[in-house]
């Protein structure tokens, strides 16, 4: 992902601010084009007071734990992204410093992992996203936090290794890209489903369909800043502060009140984002 990260145009206008403080679960503040003070500052001004930012890599998952270190508003989360496994980059030693930095107090998830299709292509990249992938669940249970799942193209191959290995405690698909029946499968084992801004986009009735049938106690919402503006601003630069036009749209597809939509996100935030648990083994 470069620093541009492919937008284009003016920063959009800050929404209307939200009744209720809610949380972004899944965004990018290193690959952004504004200071993170700014954005973190803007993000407030419309309700959404707490941030989880993303590594990717080791240097974008040291700089993200740093950040929160620094930062109460922000919680870590980190990993080697699929892609980046698919490389040969998760090796040993690399996923042996994610764990010691997901044992930080301020990260609260590793993440996000799991396996991309759509970019990783060859048998290769797919086994070695694989085997990162069961060592990222790995790392996440013995550290107690949270799972962030990344799956594109790879709905089927995703829940096999989940279930394989056992999920933890808390896993998070980060922007669902499932239909209904995906929904229904995640709702069943309790993971959380995040929607982003393309459940906003005008093709996407199947991602609609599935936010529709979603428990509004597994909901949470995200930006994936700077990517995936959500509409009226498809393709200018995202940013935490614009969670609230994602939170109207899934509370009209879902005909709920909003303020009550904003308190079950924040709720969910605070549960699938909480410090590690006390039963966590580290090193087991």
Known sequence: MSRAAGRTGEPPPLPEPLPVDVLDSHAHLDLMEVEVEAAL??????????????GVDLP??????????????????VAIHPNEAGRGTATDEALREIEALAALPQVRAVGETGLDHFRTTTPDGRRLQEEAFRAHIAIAKRTGTALVIHDRDAHDEVLR???????????????????AALARTCAEHGFYLSFAGPVTFKPNDGLRAAARVAPVELLLVETDAPFLTPMP????????????????????????????????????????FAAAAATATPGA
């Open 233 to 272: 601003f498809r393709g200018r630069p995202n940013a935490p502060s614009l969670v609230p036009l994602t939170v109207r749209a899934l509370a009209q597809v879902k005909d709920l009140d909003l303020a009550a939509l904003c308190s079950a996100i924040a709720d969910n935030g605070r549960r699938a």
């Open 60 to 77: 974008s998952s040291r700089w993200s734990a740093e950040l929160a270190a620094r930062h109460d508003p922000v919680h870590a989360a």
């Open 161 to 179: 290794v989940l279930l394989d290995e056992g999920p933890p405690e808390r896993v998070v698909f980060h922007c669902f890209s499932g239909d």
């Open 41 to 54: 500052a803007a993000a407030r001004l419309v309700g959404v007071a707490t941030v989880v930012q993303v």
